[in-house]
């Protein structure tokens, strides 16, 4: 059965660091593209950007580049996201989903087959 | 604002047919890239509905179709139920952003 099992909720503060991350199993976590998703509250989606980790090649939404830092480990099958200096307006839920679908250049065609149960992150002072 | 324009809500009573438009240009819809639909239930993830305009995941009910014409696309669901009150997204390509999602329809069975 895939599976992408995500790290639990965080409180931080405005200009902390932080990486949360989304752990696959059930098939083979080299061979697909790992996305990440916002969801500020009471909004839509919006793609952020998204890693293949079988070496590591990341690709970013114009949106989120210089914001995040995309990475992954494939050795515990794991995808990160994270952030040198969180502000308030990053409070928001993000979910990590399997692309079934591939990157060739600047654009990601596909879609999200499998989701993570999302990481709730509320920044406040 | 996002590229792919979807109706802010829809409502149906049970039993009845409703459908959700998501409207996009020439370099997303227009341009014959496909479009994907998501269903999140209220406290819940997203899960895959449609995928390639018209192709159901296994363990989804044929009351759910979707097509494609220009640059729109269309999700329906007939014999609404009120396990299907949730918002729905539509995904598709855009040859300037690469992926890009509707602003989302909630869906009220009244």
């Known amino acids: 059965e895939v599976q992408l099992v995500q790290s639990g909720a965080e409180v931080k503060k405005p200009g902390e660091s932080l990486k949360i991350s989304c752990k696959g199993s059930g098939y083979s976590f080299t061979s697909y593209w790992i996305g990440w998703v916002r969801q500020m509250p009471g909004k839509g989606l919006e793609w952020m950007g998204i890693?293949?980790?079988?070496?590591?090649?990341?690709r970013y939404s114009p949106s989120f580049q210089g914001q995040v830092t995309i990475s992954a480990d494939k050795s515990i099958s794991t995808a990160y996201l994270q952030w040198g200096s969180l502000k308030a307006s990053d409070t928001a839920m993000y979910y990590c989903?399997?692309?079934?679908?591939?990157?060739?250049?600047?654009?990601?065609?596909?879609?999200?087959?499998?989701w993570g149960q999302g990481t709730l992150l509320t920044v406040s002072s | 604002q996002s590229v792919l324009t979807q109706p802010p809500s829809v409502s149906g009573a049970p039993g009845q047919r409703v459908t959700i438009s998501c409207t996009g240009s020439?370099?997303?819809?227009?341009?014959?890239?496909?479009v994907h639909w998501y269903q999140q239930l209220p406290g819940s993830a997203p899960t895959l509905l449609i995928y390639?305009?018209?192709n159901r995941p296994s363990g989804v009910p044929d009351r759910f179709s979707g097509s494609k014409s220009g640059t729109s696309a269309s999700l329906a669901i007939t014999g609404l139920q009120a396990e299907d009150e949730a918002d729905y997204y539509c995904?598709?390509?855009?040859?300037?952003?690469?992926?890009?999602f509707g602003g989302g329809t909630k869906l009220t069975v009244l």
């Open positions: 390639g305009n018209i």
């Open positions: 995904q598709s390509y855009d040859s300037s952003l690469s992926v890009v």
């Open positions: 989903a399997r692309l079934q679908g591939y990157c060739s250049g600047g654009s990601c065609r596909g879609y999200f087959d499998y």
């Open positions: 020439s370099s997303n819809i227009g341009a014959g890239y496909d």
């Open positions: 890693i293949y980790p079988g070496d590591s090649d990341t």
